[in-house]
């Protein structure tokens, strides 16, 4: 069974290589106009190469041109700064609501009389005042 496998991969190769001729003739005349001697291979690489041609083209034109902004999503330039600029003030917002939230939350406990938190017992260090005369 292996050896029929390697047969007929041997003959897809052999197909891929074959020469075939293709004319082109005028139909009133029978003139032959052009001709082209091609092989498989040869037709797969040059379809290959029209098809990648052809993505880079459409891609390169809606990447560095301003198709991109009618891209679902994308939104232009201003869009997007506004959209930067508003979400570094939300966040600061928020860090400022949360730290009053905290603050506020910790003066009802001392009012209350039930604050669990550590207390500052560090004894501040006055100088003395001399009072004496030189």
Known sequence: M???GNKNSRRNLEKLSHKYRL???NDDTYEEVTSFKLS???V???FSTLFVLLVAITVATVVFTPLRYYIPGYGDLKQRKEFIRLKMRTDSLETAINARD????NIKQVINGEFTGKL?????KVPTVDNSTY
């Open 120 to 124: 500052d017992t560090t004894m501040l």
């Open 102 to 105: 905290q603050y506020l939350k």
């Open 40 to 42: 498989r291979m040869s």
């Open 2 to 4: 292996a050896k029929k």
């Open 23 to 25: 004319v082109i003739m």
């Open 44 to 46: 797969y690489i040059a």
